[in-house]
């Protein structure tokens, strides 16, 4: 595998356009809901990598037929009818997070005997609440790491109860896991969220992918507390994923640091995906925004800081902190502490590594404060992180000498990313 592999700087600003792959949450999400639906599901615009493969090999595993047509960006699912047709297996993950939760949810609630785990880092990101949950409502579910981590034990007969209590505040991947699968119990389910519900766009996200295959959501005042009726069953469709969001956000970064303009194609600003927010972030740092019913733009460059509550888009943080090195005065972002439980502690190794382009950085338990300073040459580690080498790989469209090492994790959504990146800043 390739060591390192070294960003050339651009010379001038940009005029260029992209369609990103499709959403990674967006087809995991239709891989599962087409897997427990009763017929043929077409999904259009699917993505295909790590994290797709994971759930990909986990539901044929389970005995539902997926057949991936990579070059078409096509996947046809023939549903189970809610009735998983494998009750035994032994399903390794990786480090998806959105497979292992969702899978958790779907199969403690449907019942059977199984095992899930992945990397030694996925034995460290934390699944308890979804599992206490599950124990709540009659299921045999256990996380066997310490800190209620995987792997997943599941010797589940179904679930007894219809309410079930949550925490929200560490990731709403859970929450979306327990929805997906509701219509496999048989009777009525009420989700009562504790506490903040961080991600809510993501959750937004789940209850619509639901409705477009015939399950409603009814969501109470407030947004707390979640009814789903037993008397639905998805229905198989043809489906069309919209590009990532959060892969967008590298390109509007990027035009957000070298100036001229930046069309992502495919998203607008009614997308299901809640990380389109992100360029409102880049809009507050100065740069000019124009939409269209298929496109959104960046124009121009970032050119000041800003304080951010970046909640709600927090994949996009490290896109955020690379425009941060080139902007007049301090970016602070906040309310990202759940930050610190995925791929990698994305607040403490950020910092680490914006410090080695010559940035300042005040770190917090939920955030960071970001002063740029003179950038300079840097080898970053990406930490198996995809979202740290695509993100830190736009500081070296300005700074030479900028590496990023182990390029290769980036096929855990983006396998083309540094092909794509260098054809949209005129570099390949």
Not at 13 to 40: F, M, V
Not at 219 to 231: E, H, K, L, N, T
Not at 266 to 283: H, I, K, P, T, Y
Request: with cysteine; hydrophobic share 40%.
């Amino acid at each position: 595998m390739t060591k390192f592999i070294e960003v050339q700087p651009v010379p001038g600003e940009i005029d260029s356009s992209i369609r990103p792959p499709g959403s990674k949450s967006l087809t995991n999400r239709a891989l599962l809901i087409a897997a427990l639906a009763n017929g043929t599901t077409q999904l259009e615009g699917v993505l295909e990598s790590d994290d797709t493969r994971y759930m990909r090999d986990a539901l044929i595993q389970l005995g539902i037929d997926v057949q991936f047509e990579s070059d078409a960006a096509l996947a046809h699912v023939v549903g189970c009818d809610g009735d998983v047709p494998n009750q035994t297996a032994y399903l390794f993950i990786g480090n998806s997070g959105t497979t292992i939760r969702f899978l958790t949810a779907m199969l403690g609630i449907a019942g059977g005997n199984y095992r899930l785990d992945g990397v030694p880092r996925m034995r460290e990101r934390p699944i308890g609440p979804l599992v206490d949950a599950l124990q709540q409502l009659g299921a045999n579910v256990t996380a066997e790491s310490p800190n209620d981590c995987p792997p997943v034990s599941i010797r589940s007969t179904g679930i007894r109860q219809s309410s079930v209590t949550l925490s929200g505040n560490l990731s709403s991947q859970y929450l979306s896991g327990l929805l997906m699968a509701a219509p496999l119990a048989n009777h009525n389910l009420t989700i009562e969220i504790i506490g903040d519900l961080i991600s809510r766009p993501y959750v937004e996200m789940t209850c619509e992918v639901m409705r477009h295959f015939g399950v409603q959501v009814e969501r109470q005042p407030g947004g707390q507390r979640f009814d789903i009726s037993a008397a639905q069953q998805y229905q198989s469709q043809n489906y069309l994923i919209e590009p990532d969001a959060s892969a967008a956000s590298y390109f509007w970064g990027a035009a957000a640091i070298l100036g001229g303009r930046g069309t992502v194609v495919g998203l607008n600003e009614s997308a299901l995906q809640g990380d389109v927010g992100f360029v409102r972030c880049l809009e507050k740092m100065g740069a000019k925004l124009e939409f269209e019913d298929d496109s959104i733009s960046v124009v121009g460059r970032a050119t000041h800081g800003a304080t951010l509550d970046m909640g709600d888009v927090s994949d996009t943080v490290q896109t955020l902190a690379a425009v941060a090195l080139f902007v007049n005065g301090s970016t602070t972002i906040e309310n990202i502490a759940h930050n610190r439980v995925k791929e990698t502690d994305r607040i403490g190794n950020l910092a680490i590594e914006l410090r080695k382009l010559g940035a300042e950085v005040d770190e917090r338990h939920d955030g960071l404060t970001i002063h740029p300073g003179p950038g300079r040459p840097a080898l970053i580690e990406t930490y198996d992180d995809h979202r740290m080498a695509m993100s830190l790989a736009l500081a070296g469209l300005k700074i030479p000498g900028v590496r990023i090492s182990d390029p290769g994790c980036v096929s855990k959504t983006y396998p083309n990313y540094f092909d794509d990146l260098n054809r949209f800043v005129g570099m390949g």
